[in-house]
Antibody
Framework: QLQLQESGSGLVKPSQTLSLTCAVS??????????WNWIRQPPGKGLEWIGY???????YYNPSLKSRVTMSVDRSKNQFSLKLTSVTAADTAVYYC?????????????WGQGTTVSVSS | QSALTQPASVSGSPGQSITISCTGT?????????VSWYQQHPGKAPKLMIY???NRPSGVSNRFSGSKSGNTASLIISGLQAEDEADYYC?????????FGGGTKLTVL
């Protein structure tokens, strides 16, 4: 069974860059049947989709975050990454990576456990 | 981008049925068959419960079902159990992005 595991900086200073990685195990990130996504959840609030990346490296970001987001994929390490620049306290959240089914189901079927990122000086 | 509207909270007694609505527009729910529902227990990652409005992934209880009417999607939970107490989120495609509803807290009385 495929699993996702987030890792990265848990505490980031304002104006700096948040960096997270999602390791994929039990399956290959190179399948064309999926996109690989980042979703976040501020404390006590709802879910916000950040964007996706395909195994080819093609990306699409939520327009609300597009100017600050970069996603990348490393097929050799079977992982994908998120960078969010110029962070503020509003970026404090649990960040999830999730697999999205493209073959007709169109849903986030597998999620990582989430990693908490706090923005504070 | 418009928001998907969910009630903040719903409640029901064990054994009862409840419905959680998710109201969008004719730019999202009204035109795309890509609505999914997620269950989230405190401190846990969301779990896929329904996709494409009405389909259940393998392993999800058949007490969970979905429907669509116009610009509104609904999640129906029958035979409520204590373990169903959680937050529920709908999600829909619109204009190349995936948008979540604000979430509904289900309390089992």
């Amino acid at each position: 069974q495929l699993q996702l595991q987030e890792s990265g900086s848990g505490l980031v200073k304002p104006s700096q860059t948040l960096s997270l990685t999602c390791a994929v195990s039990g399956g290959s990130i190179s399948s064309g049947d999926y996109s690989w996504n980042w979703i976040r959840q501020p404390p006590g609030k709802g879910l916000e989709w950040i964007g996706y990346i395909y195994h080819s490296g093609s990306t699409y970001y939520n327009p609300s975050l597009k100017s600050r987001v970069t996603m990348s994929v490393d097929r050799s390490k079977n992982q994908f990454s998120l960078k969010l620049t110029s962070v503020t306290a509003a970026d404090t959240a649990v960040y999830y990576c999730a697999r999205f089914l493209l073959g007709g189901e169109y849903a986030f079927d597998i999620w990582g456990q989430g990693t908490t990122v706090s923005v504070s000086s | 981008q418009s928001a998907l509207t969910q009630p903040a909270s719903v409640s029901g007694s064990p054994g009862q049925s409840i419905t959680i609505s998710c109201t969008g527009t004719n730019s999202d729910i009204g035109v795309y068959n890509y609505v999914s529902w997620y269950q989230q227990h405190p401190g846990k990652a969301p779990k896929l419960m329904i996709y494409n409005f009405i389909n259940r992934p393998s392993g999800v209880s058949n007490r969970f079902s979905g429907s669509k009417s116009g610009n509104t999607a609904s999640l129906i939970i029958s035979g409520l159990q204590a373990e169903d107490e959680a937050d529920y989120y709908c999600n829909s495609y619109t204009s190349r992005i995936w948008m979540f509803g604000g979430g509904t807290k289900l309390t089992v009385l």
